[in-house]
């Protein structure tokens, strides 16, 4: 069983950067590639990133790629999205998730999912 408590989102204007936390319980952290997902209103959950257990792998959705960095502190059990050049269309509430498979980017092949954490981008 992994718990995943999501911390970091808020109010931000178009060009900030915000710094998204995801925490993990359970001792088995690196053991779970770990990913990240957005959700806007009236839309899907869509893929932004994730990253592999040991964090020698990482993985981008095209319209993130160059501007979000994930990274994970295993020590810490603790995943990170660290958003750049945000843009109002990244508003979304973002989850963070966990997967014991390969397969990053499909949100029905994580098993463990965070309550979400609000991100708006004004204009």
């Known amino acids: 069983q992994v718990q995943l408590v999501e911390s970091g989102g808020g109010l931000v204007q178009a060009g900030g950067s915000l710094r998204l936390s995801c925490a993990a319980s359970?001792?088995?952290?690196?053991?779970?590639?770990m990913g990240w997902f957005r959700q806007a209103p009236g839309q899907e959950r869509e893929f932004v990133a994730a990253?592999?257990?040991?964090?020698?792998?990482?993985y981008y959705a095209d319209s993130v790629k160059g501007r979000f960095t994930i990274s994970r502190d295993n020590a810490k059990n603790t995943v990170y999205l660290q958003m750049n050049s945000l843009k109002p269309e990244d508003t979304a509430v973002y989850y963070c998730?966990?997967?014991?498979?390969?397969?990053?980017?499909?949100?029905?092949?994580?098993?463990?999912w965070g309550q979400g954490t609000q991100v708006t981008v004004s204009s």
């Open positions: 998730a966990a997967t014991l498979t390969l397969a990053v980017y499909g949100r029905s092949n994580y098993r463990y």
């Open positions: 359970g001792r088995t952290f690196s053991s779970y590639s």
């Open positions: 990253i592999s257990g040991s964090g020698g792998s990482t």
